[in-house]
């Protein structure tokens, strides 16, 4: 096996340790019949609560991992990420408007402010592709029309915070954090199809991408369709991105430094990187989300905050040691 298949191969293993040990951890200590034994509390606490959140969260960091992978690559740009073509304000500007108007419902079994928030996300990626099929449209005139796009959805959301009374203005701000609580399954079987879907596209994609890394006249000169290639890869990845949003609220960093780390580990070829992303993120937002749960135990802190903190520094710390050159 070579180096980079065991690398792999260790992030492999992280994630399934992950996956089997993240549940076990919380407020109370479960003991092994009471998750065997249906109907009885720990049973529910277990495989009702903390397994699909883990699950969600192992989706969900994947599915931003791989996103921000995919950006990096498509714009050449090391700070490019999952949030930046505005699909995320999107999200947010649907969900501060369900909000607004006081919206508490559901809809076919989600919240009407989740209902919201992926149509938002969904009416930014169609703007988004509709520019992207434009073939005078270049990458670089598609990343800073998302940043518009962006920045005019936030203005929005600060509009209406600003009209919002106390209630719903924290009702805001608390979605914006992000979080990984669920009941069940529900949120997991609506996000996997979206992840699923994004991330074969990607794959099918990876020797384009990886020719994408030697430039754009490059790329093209050997062949690679670049509207074609540009308009895939942002479907792919603002589908993934649209959804999770919807459930867990925008989620930051992860989607930035997972990919930066794993490339400086693992190399360049998407073959690789891909897989290690999914695995890579997914694990580490699900720890995220478990530091989240037990730093303020028996309160809760939002999994944004904790990436957030933990981000921000460890980003810095890469740049300036060097590392980031």
Known sequence: ????????ALIAVVWLAVLAGAPAVGEHTLGWRELLEPGTTGYVIF??????????????????????LAF????????????TLGVASGAALGAVIAIQLGAGATLAGFSVVGVASFAGAGAVSLLILGLASRRRFTTSTLLLSGIAVSLSC??????????????????????????????????????APWVALGLLLLVLLRWDLNLLLTGEE??????VDLSRVRWLVLAAASAMVGALVAVV???????????HVLRRLLGHDHLVLLPACVLGGGAFLALCDLIGRRVLAPAELPVGVVTALLGG?????????????
């Open 249 to 259: 609220g925008p989620i930051g960093f992860v989607g930035l430094i997972v990919p």
């Open 72 to 83: 990096q690559t498509l714009f050449r740009n090391p700070l490019a990420e999952p949030y």
């Open 218 to 223: 490059v790329a093209a000169s050997r062949g």
């Open 1 to 8: 096996m070579s180096a980079d298949g065991r690398g792999v």
């Open 47 to 68: 495989w009702h609560i903390r397994v699909p959140r883990v699950l969600l969260a192992l989706l969900a960091g994947g599915a931003l991992a791989a996103a921000g």
């Open 154 to 191: 936030s203005a929005l959301i600060l509009f209406l915070q600003y009209r919002a009374d106390f209630t719903e203005t924290f009702r805001m701000v608390r979605w914006m954090m992000g979080g990984l609580a669920v009941v069940g399954y529900r949120e997991v079987l609506w996000l």
């Open 313 to 325: 520094p460890f980003f810095l710390w890469l740049l300036l040691s060097g590392h980031g050159r």
